[in-house]
């Protein structure tokens, strides 16, 4: 195969993931969606969790709301668990790498907060961990996976939400989940912020 024809192969790989998962993740989507922007209307904050390209995609969800989207408006209260590198060093160090982020759940979730938890296999055991932390504290979880959705889907309960990508390839499940986080961005701007006579997304300015 050319590389011409291999990057080809990889837009219509990633056009494909996005269209399978479209209708199975709709209903999910809007509902946690609906659920966030409840959340943070009532002064609730948002904590996000990942490793590697999960990590980067929870810092760049916490800087979208933090900061804004696409619209203006006030900051939203969106916390990335993966940047405090003392917390995360030395809880790593005093207590094991799978407590990375529950130790920081402990000490930060309440009631009515929400745990962004991101692991494309669902097995992530740090991750699986601040799921667990998050519930015990009276959070609730919003969790993006891939494959089966593996130890984070069965976690779930009442209240959550899975956002499951429709692929077993890494790379596919990356792309969709940014494509979900950029939706659930927009749809919590929409309910808050309102803006008669917007363009639609992805239309021509």
């Known amino acids: 195969m ?6 080809r192969k990889h837009f219509e790989a990633s056009v494909a993931t996005k269209q399978r998962t ?3 993740v709709l209903p999910s989507l809007l509902g946690a ?8 209307a009532a002064g609730n904050k ?9 990590a980067a995609d929870a810092q760049h969800f916490a800087a979208e709301l933090t900061g804004r989207f696409e619209r203006e408006r006030p900051g939203l209260a969106g916390i990335a668990l993966t940047t405090d590198t003392s917390a995360l060093t030395a809880i790593g160090n005093d207590y094991a790498f799978d407590q990375v982020f529950s130790k920081q759940v402990q000490a ?3 009631p009515g907060d929400l745990l ?6 669902g097995n992530s055991a740090n991750v699986v961990r601040a799921v667990e ?5 009276g959070a609730g979880v919003i969790a993006l996976t891939g494959r089966d959705g593996g130890r984070m889907a069965r976690l779930l309960g009442h209240g959550d939400f899975e956002l499951r990508a429709a692929s077993s390839v890494t790379t596919r ?7 979900l986080l950029h939706c659930l961005c927009d749809a919590v701007d929409e309910i808050l912020f309102p803006e008669a006579g917007e363009d639609p997304p992805g239309a021509a300015s």
């Open 22 to 24: 479209l209708e199975p």
């Open 46 to 54: 948002v904590l996000a969790c990942g490793n590697g390209g999960s």
């Open 108 to 110: 930060l979730a309440r």
């Open 116 to 121: 962004l938890a991101i692991s494309t296999s």
């Open 33 to 40: 969606a609906q659920r966030m922007a409840e959340a943070l």
């Open 2 to 7: 050319d590389l011409q024809e291999r990057i």
């Open 133 to 137: 932390a998050a519930h015990a504290a």
């Open 173 to 179: 499940i990356q792309e969709t989940h940014i494509l």
